[in-house]
């Protein structure tokens, strides 16, 4: 190697140095007895050349070791500077702007509530948003021809699947994969067709629960939305069951929630529930001789509306940051 190659080498390793150990290796590694610096001198045959080129050598080798200290020095001030800086540092005082983002209020809802139904017994099964039309609707007792079609308008892709209307449609699955009984719940996206309002989305989140064992009865399903609720809410809140009609249950109720938005106080409804259509269980392979179950579809956008007091639904998913900083607390 010439002396320009190797103190070409020398700079892109000290390139690389980032700290202070580092650096006392690489000095070692030049300039120590068997450094690559020191060597070029020792084995040198001085014999071979001229007074000349001795001369010339000489003061190259010279030029090339007092570089080599120079860059070796300011590198070492630099590090001790950048020591400096950091004792002036208190990694103990908190942060001034902790852009960190947080968790986005439906989610965190959606984990509450989690873990009350986990409490309960209830297993997280997770599902897909784009599903088959069987899935959706015709397992759920809803054929082709049903009018509760035109109350859910989906989605259609090329490939004949839907994005779901509801996480009713993990039922079928649920039961199938995991038989019974079962006790789960499928929290996640659904997708409507619709004309968006305060308290309509075209893409909302839902969480779906189910029970199916034997002898389960609507006085299990009244148990299991009264316990939910209040841990949801930690007071006294006020609801009205009342019949409603959705064809995968039978007798099938609607679970509304009172509350004033701008100004006016109304019901909202929050969760749908029932008792699973025997058609239902057929359809997934439970004979409903041996078994019956409750269903509920809890409107979990709806239920963060109500918890933070968010007047308008549609603030959920506009990407505004005014909105989304005022629950950097709920991290
Ligand atoms: C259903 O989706 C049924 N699958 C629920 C069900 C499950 C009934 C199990 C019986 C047994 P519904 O269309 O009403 O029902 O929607 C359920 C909840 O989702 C509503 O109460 C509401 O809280 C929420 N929801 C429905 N549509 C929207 C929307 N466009 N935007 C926001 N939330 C919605």
New binding site residues.
Partial sequence: MTLDHVFVSFEGELANVANEPALVQLKARYLGREGVVTRLRKDIDFNALSPEEKRSFGQNFNDLKTRVEQAIEAAAARFAESVVETVDFDRTLPGTDRRLGAIHPIISTQIEVEDLLRSMGFQVYAGDEAVSEFENFDALNIPGDHPARD??DTFWLENGMVLRT?T?SMQNRAMRALGVPVRAIFPGRCF?N?ATDI???NT?Y?L?GLMVDKDVSVANLIGVMRELLSGVFRRDIEVRLRPGF?P??EP?FELDFKTTLNGVERWI??????MIHPAVLRNAGVDPDVYSGF???L?L??LAMLKYGVSD?RLFNKGDLRFYEQFRATL
């Fill in positions: 109350m859910q509801h009713s409507r619709e308290t309509h989305e909302f839902q779906e959705f995968f249950v099938g409804e929050l969760m749908p529930c029932g269903a509920f579809g409107g956008t709806r639904v």
